[in-house]
């Protein structure tokens, strides 16, 4: 069976380690915010000028001047700082950012991101993401595996503007889990009882399969 939403944010999670200092992308990525273990030591950082969000607050519990950098109510830790934008900026374009987790429209099997735009359709920016892309150590992105049409959003080359070149290290659909390894688009994890032939009748970019492919344990 494919992988189910929280699977997925919960086989992302997975890529935190102790002691990052991360930044969650708007949509699905915000949720890994309560999938982290309490035994890790880990700082999240938010565009707006948060430095160490919690998970989301409990219905009631809301505060509305307390969001993240898409406008949804978060939790502050305790000994978290407040700052500008210009200086949250600073920490991404510093290379201080160990991971950021974001959505996409269209990754390609060069690891180009476009997950900014759709032309023709009316946005509010391009927000944080080209900076994150070029200023993380590691980008892991998680989405579904198809459009709504049932398009392969993995896709030869992006069909959409870019939000960055070669940029991402890890792909996490409901169908499998992908590393871009040697400039290669690899299969590394599939979903329980989804086989390699339903997985590439479903994608557009050509990848390789891992000598050590494994199903994804959540």
């Not at 982290?36 to 969000?53: A, R, V």
């Not at 200086?87 to 950021?100: C, N, P, Q």
């Not at 759709?118 to 595996?145: F, N, T, Y």
């Not at 290290?169 to 989804?194: C, N, S």
Request: glycine share 12%.
């Amino acid at each position: 069976m494919p992988l189910t939403k929280e699977e997925q944010i919960r086989r992302v999670a997975e890529e935190i380690k102790d002691g990052y200092y991360v930044n969650l992308g708007i949509g699905m990525p915000t949720l890994v915010a309560n999938y982290i273990s309490p035994d890790m030591d880990i700082i999240l950082q938010s565009e707006n000028g948060l430095l160490g969000l919690g998970p989301f607050p409990a219905s009631g519990t809301e505060d509305a001047d307390l969001i993240n950098a898409g406008k949804q109510t978060v939790t502050a830790l305790a000994g978290a700082s407040y700052f500008s934008s210009a200086d949250s900026f600073g920490m991404i374009r510093g290379g201080h950012i160990d991971l950021t987790i974001l959505g996409a429209m269209e990754v390609s099997q060069e690891g180009d991101l476009a997950n900014w735009m759709i032309p023709g359709k009316m946005v509010k920016g391009m927000g944080g993401a080209m900076d994150l892309v070029g200023g993380a150590k590691r980008v892991v992105v998680v989405m579904e595996h198809t459009s709504k049409e049932g398009s392969s959003k993995l896709l030869k080359k992006c069909s959409l503007p870019l939000t960055g070149v070669k940029c991402v290290h890890m792909v996490v659909t409901e169908l499998g889990v992908f590393e871009l390894q040697g400039g290669k688009l690899v299969l590394t994890e599939r979903a329980e009882d989804v086989s390699v032939v339903d997985i590439r009748s479903k994608t557009d970019a050509e990848f390789l399969v891992s000598n050590m492919l494994k199903t994804v344990k959540v």
